[in-house]
C-alpha cells in the first residue's frame, strides 16, 4: 500500500492567502525531499532535510521535518499564481533501500 | 547543460507490441531512476541504478517490464508486450550519491508520455 501520505489532495486559494500541505509516512525515513510539478511539468526539486525537527525557509516557503522523522510539512506564505502546481515530499525509508513519493497536494491559485 | 534527456516524448502504440523508453542522463550523476505517473497511482519509482547497477527493482510491475544501463550515459525501460493499463507519462531521472543507498536531490527528465491501444 501507499507509504507516503499528503493531505490535502487538493487545495485552492485565493491569491495572497497562506497554504500548507502536510505529508506522512507509515516508516522513519533518512530525509525528506519536496518537489514541485507544473501542470504539465516535470518534478522541480525545492529541497531537502535530514535532522529530526529540522526546520528551513526559502522566501515564502517554510519547510518542516518532523521529531520522529515520519511526518513532514509545507507552508506557503501569500501564495501568489506562480505557485500553482503539485507538490510533493518524498524520501528514503531508514531501513533499505526504498524511495518514496507522497501522494502529492494539487495547489491552484485564484487571482 | 542539457539536463536529463528523455526520447521520445511522445509514444502512441497497439496492444502487444514493444515499447522501449530511453534516458541520458546528466553527466557525472552516478545514479539513475525511472518512475511511472498515473492519476490513480501517483509516481512510482519502478527501479533504481547506481553506478550503472540496478539496486533496486521491487517496483517494476511485472515480467514485461526490464530496464538496462550498459554504460553511465545510458538507459533503457523496455516494455514487452505493452498492455493498455501501462498508459502513463515515464520519467528519468539521475542524481550523484557518494554512496549506496543514498537519495539526494534528483533531476528529473521532460518525460515520456505512452499511450497503449
Known amino acids: 500500500g501507499q507509504q507516503v501520505m499528503q493531505i490535502p489532495q487538493y487545495q485552492h486559494v485565493q491569491e495572497g492567502e497562506d497554504f500548507t500541505t502536510y505529508c506522512n509516512s507509515s516508516t522513519t525515513l533518512s530525509n525528506i525531499q519536496w518537489y514541485k510539478q507544473r501542470p504539465g511539468g516535470h518534478p522541480v526539486f525545492l529541497i531537502q532535510l535530514v535532522k529530526s525537527g529540522e526546520v528551513k525557509k526559502q522566501k515564502r516557503l517554510t519547510f518542516q521535518f518532523g521529531e520522529a522523522k515520519k511526518n513532514s510539512s509545507l507552508h506557503i506564505t501569500a501564495t501568489q499564481t506562480t505557485d500553482v502546481g503539485t507538490y510533493f515530499c518524498?524520501?528514503?525509508?531508514?531501513?533499505?533501500?526504498?524511495?518514496?513519493f507522497g501522494t502529492g497536494t494539487s495547489l491552484t491559485v485564484i487571482p | 547543460d542539457a539536463g536529463v534527456i528523455q526520447s521520445p516524448r511522445h509514444e502512441v502504440t497497439e496492444m502487444g507490441q514493444e515499447v522501449t523508453l530511453r534516458c541520458k542522463p546528466i553527466?557525472?550523476?552516478?545514479?539513475l531512476f525511472w518512475y511511472r505517473q498515473t492519476m490513480m497511482r501517483g509516481l512510482e519509482l519502478l527501479i533504481y541504478?547506481?553506478?550503472?547497477?540496478?539496486?533496486?527493482d521491487s517496483g517494476m510491475p511485472e515480467d514485461r517490464f526490464s530496464a538496462k544501463m550498459p554504460n553511465a550515459s545510458f538507459s533503457t525501460l523496455k516494455i514487452q508486450p505493452s498492455e493498455p493499463r501501462d498508459s502513463a507519462v515515464y520519467f528519468c531521472a539521475s542524481s550523484f550519491a557518494y554512496y549506496t543507498p543514498k537519495f539526494n536531490e534528483q533531476f528529473f527528465g521532460p518525460g515520456t508520455r505512452l499511450t497503449v491501444l
Open positions: 541504478f547506481n553506478n550503472n547497477v540496478p539496486i533496486d
Open positions: 553527466s557525472g550523476h552516478n545514479s
Open positions: 518524498a524520501g528514503p525509508t531508514s531501513t533499505g533501500n526504498q524511495f518514496y
